[in-house]
């Protein structure tokens, strides 16, 4: 895939949909879509365009999803549901290699298995920014992990633009949408009758050239570029983004946390529906004879216990530190990681989280208490103003400007015990976990 599109605007009428199914199916593709599936709208194999959820849409609020049906037949006029693409480069269980015992020897080999060769169909621009996201982490890292890297190499990606945002959605503050622009091979608009197409690639040319296009109309092009500004307009959640990093990183022992973990449940529901999220573990699972072993990678996440346990202890034992850990590294330290936030606006963790904690407000808390503590700064802001100048905080206890290793120090250095994460300097927030994943 280039980098944008680069051809003039074609036109795909909705009774030729399906030689591009056809098409792709007989290059080998296996492709993946948007259908409906167990109360939602979920990505599976698509077959024919009766497949698709063709006069469906999602409602959708902090903790709350519902499908609900259209008053048009729409073909994607919803928004994103709780699975992402992930799932398909990055698959919740992967076999790494195996171990035979024969003649009391054991014999390790990697894992063969064939590589599917997918058409993603209907990927949305934050998916697209996602994958973007895990391309970083997972291709082109000092690591890069065999195994997305063949499954990336061989995905087509056919992506659709919105046309309507729900109440969750904030792509406009991450710059990843609501229009697609880059990382697509094909990129429709979708009107009532056909679709607006652009090419991104060399490849999604090549296909192109094989179905029955015309050139978009003046009228398809503005009735097309209306159904892509709607989407924008519709978008009311919003997150500010300028000095976020420094903001979370000099607050890391503001008892907002605390409150934020009498709320979450620690379910892992975010991490488990984040497109970018990628923490995993490994496991060694045995035959009953105990003469053969696989070893598999396996999703997990921070918000686990378990996975921050190193000899003998939990480095995050406490639902405040897994939350801040979260928090942090998706918002801060990921862009020390790799060049970029590791959110790009899609507004999953809001939805399908059961308590509907809400990121975008835990930040505007942050920065609302950042704010009262400069303002109470402020010469003749109040008699509290002397305190605050002599300890750096406000009345919120909220720190505006010191980052956490220039917190008080008790003897030898050492973090003061009610300002300290479990296991000392090494869990401030976004320090990686032993158990990550490879390249992480």
């Not at 009532?192 to 991104?200: Q, Y």
């Not at 975010?270 to 573990?281: D, E, G, H, R």
């Not at 699972?285 to 216990?305: H, K, T, Y």
Request: net charge negative; proline share 7%.
């Amino acid at each position: 895939m280039v980098d944008q599109a680069t051809a003039d605007e074609q036109y795909l009428a909705k009774a030729d949909f399906q030689v591009l199914l056809d098409l792709l199916a007989g290059e080998g593709y296996e492709v993946i879509g948007p259908t409906l599936g167990e109360g939602a709208i979920v990505y599976g194999p698509l077959r024919s365009v009766a497949d698709l959820p063709r006069g469906w849409t999602d409602e959708q609020e902090a903790g709350h999803y519902r499908l609900v049906r259209r008053n048009d037949e729409a073909w994607f006029g919803f928004v994103v549901g709780p699975q992402s693409w992930k799932q398909y480069l990055f698959p919740p269980r992967t076999r790494l290699l195996t171990a035979k015992c024969e003649h009391g020897t054991w014999k390790m080999q990697p894992a063969e298995e064939p590589v599917p060769k997918y058409a993603f169909l209907g990927v949305r621009a934050c998916e697209l920014a996602a994958l973007d996201v895990q391309d970083r982490v997972f291709m082109h890292s000092a690591f890069p992990d065999p195994h997305y890297v063949q499954r990336r190499q061989q995905a087509l990606v056919i992506a659709v633009n919105c046309t309507q945002a729900a109440p969750t959605c904030f792509c406009t503050s991450m710059a990843t949408g609501p229009r697609c622009r880059q990382g697509f091979d094909l990129a429709l608009t979708e009107l009532a009758e056909g679709f607006v197409l652009e090419i991104g690639s060399p490849r999604g040319r090549e296909l192109a050239a094989r179905l029955p296009l015309a050139p978009a109309s003046e009228q398809q092009c503005r009735d097309a570029a209306d159904a892509r500004a709607q989407a924008e307009q519709q978008i009311t959640r919003h997150l500010a983004t300028a000095g976020l990093r420094e903001l979370l990183l000099s607050n890391l022992n503001h008892p907002h946390w605390d409150e934020v973990a009498a709320r979450c449940l620690s379910c892992a529901n975010c991490t488990m529906v984040c497109p970018t999220c990628f923490c995993s573990s490994v496991e060694e699972v045995s035959d009953l004879l105990g003469e053969q072993i696989a070893r598999e990678r396996v999703w997990d996440s921070c918000f686990n216990p378990q996975f921050s346990y190193v000899h003998g202890g939990l480095v995050r034992h406490n639902i405040r530190s897994r939350y801040r850990q979260w928090l942090t590294h998706k918002l801060a330290t990921w862009h020390d990681q790799f060049g970029t936030s590791g959110c790009v606006g899609c507004g999953r963790c809001i939805s399908w989280c059961p308590v509907g904690i809400d990121l975008t407000q835990e930040v505007a808390g942050f920065r609302a208490a950042a704010d009262r503590a400069l303002f109470d700064r402020r010469p003749g802001a109040g008699e509290h103003a002397a305190s605050v100048s002599g300890q750096g905080r406000g009345p919120s206890g909220l720190s505006a400007s010191r980052p956490f290793l220039q917190q008080p120090r008790g003897e030898a250095g050492r973090p003061l015990p009610d300002e300290a994460p479990e296991l000392g300097q090494s869990d401030a927030p976004g320090s990686e976990s032993p158990r990550s994943t490879e390249g992480r």
